[in-house]
């Protein structure tokens, strides 16, 4: 890419993000002033609450550390140590216990770890935004899979997990077996949609609003952390319960938390990517959207089969972006079925 076209690209970017941030900023300003006496606009308290329940149940296996490309990451494993590993990547704003459907389902097959990206949750959270550059979590990724002695993975990611996942795919294709990317295209294809089609645009306001410092924590916080109730269509169900509901909470209102977990935006979203250093043709992944996915056009599907020919792709009916707990049964059912029996896959150590 040019010098003049980086340039008209960050003129566009930055447009757009005063713009649609003046949009919510207005909008803010007016529900607090419509429901100032209605809703707790400052989040509720909750540093000296005990932890939440789940997290501590063993049913979800064993909660470990590892310091891996100088972060101290955090992550449960479940599932027998000889077995294939799985590992699970969540996104935004999200931790390992997204996962908790799919590590009870695979532990029977598969060693099982699911981790909280550098920021989240229970892992480091290095100040500054230039350490949520892609590049650094691919690096965790990679450094990771060597710390648990294993050559080789099938990796399973959501969201900003994907975004990671898609390039730690192309770059360090000898180190997955098999991938399941959830939720998002490529960051590739990802810009490209949001840039040239108005469905996607429209869906990425938040893409651009996020950029800002202040706002984009108060957006998040507002009403006691209201949009996670919002991105669950405010309903609960079986799959998410309102105490899940308070887990997150829990997690996001932490010291520096909802700042850590928007660096992985403000980091990354100058809407340039490099391209491809060698093409993933898709032999070895699926790539399963939600029908009901409010972040992601369904011409993401389109755009991946397009890039990667031989990738398997699924649409999940009245699913929505959070698919693997929205629609676990469905989602667990596609990834039994495009893995095979878990014999397929050699255990290979690094010692």
């Given at each position: 890419m040019s010098?003049?076209?980086?340039?008209?690209?960050?003129?566009?970017?930055?447009?757009?993000?005063?713009?649609?941030?003046?949009?919510?900023?207005v909008r803010l300003i007016f529900a607090y002033i419509v429901h100032c006496t209605s809703i707790p606009w400052k989040p509720k308290d909750r540093i000296l609450m005990e932890q939440p329940a789940c997290f501590?149940?063993?049913?979800?296996?064993?909660?470990?550390?590892?310091?891996?490309?100088r972060i101290r990451l955090h992550y449960v494993e479940s599932g027998d140590k000889s077995k294939p590993l799985m590992i699970f990547v969540h996104g935004f704003p999200e931790m390992w216990y997204s996962w908790r459907h799919q590590i009870t389902e695979f532990n029977k097959e598969?060693?099982?770890?699911?981790?909280?990206?550098?920021g989240?949750?229970?892992?480091?959270?290095?100040?500054?935004?230039?350490?949520?550059?892609?590049?650094?979590m691919i690096?965790?990724?990679?450094?990771?899979?060597?710390?648990?002695?294993?050559k080789q993975c099938i990796l399973v990611a959501h969201d900003w997990g994907a975004f990671v996942g898609w390039e730690f795919v192309e770059q360090n294709k000898e180190m997955v077996q098999k991938y399941v990317m959830m939720g998002v295209p490529s960051r590739r294809q990802y810009y490209k949609l949001a840039l040239s089609t108005m469905d996607q645009f429209k869906r990425s306001w938040y893409f651009f609003v996020f950029k800002f410092p202040y706002l984009a924590e108060e957006l998040l916080t507002a009403g006691d952390y209201a949009i996670f109730y919002e991105m669950w269509n405010r309903k609960f169900t079986d799959n998410f319960t309102e105490d899940d509901l308070e887990a997150y909470k829990y997690v996001f209102s932490k010291s520096g938390a909802i700042t850590a977990a928007l660096n992985y935006y403000r980091a990354n979203s100058s809407f340039i990517c490099e391209p491809a250093r060698e093409k993933d043709d898709g032999a070895k992944g699926m790539f399963i959207l939600g029908q009901r996915d409010a972040a992601i056009s369904h011409a993401a599907c389109i755009v991946m089969a397009n890039e990667c020919p031989k990738l398997r792709v699924e649409v999940i009916p009245g699913a929505n972006h959070f698919v693997h707990q929205d629609a676990p049964k469905a989602t667990n059912t596609l990834i039994h079925d495009f893995l095979g029996p878990a014999s397929n896959y050699k255990v290979e150590t690094l010692t």
């Open positions: 010098f003049f076209e980086r340039v008209n690209k960050f003129v566009v970017v930055w447009t757009l993000s005063i713009l649609f941030s003046i949009l919510v900023a501590s149940d063993p049913t979800y296996g064993t909660h470990k550390y590892a310091t891996v490309n598969y060693w099982v770890v699911a981790i909280d990206q550098r989240y949750n229970q892992s480091e959270k290095p100040r500054g935004k230039h350490n949520y550059k892609i590049e650094n690096v965790d990724l990679r450094a990771l899979v060597h710390h648990l002695n294993r």
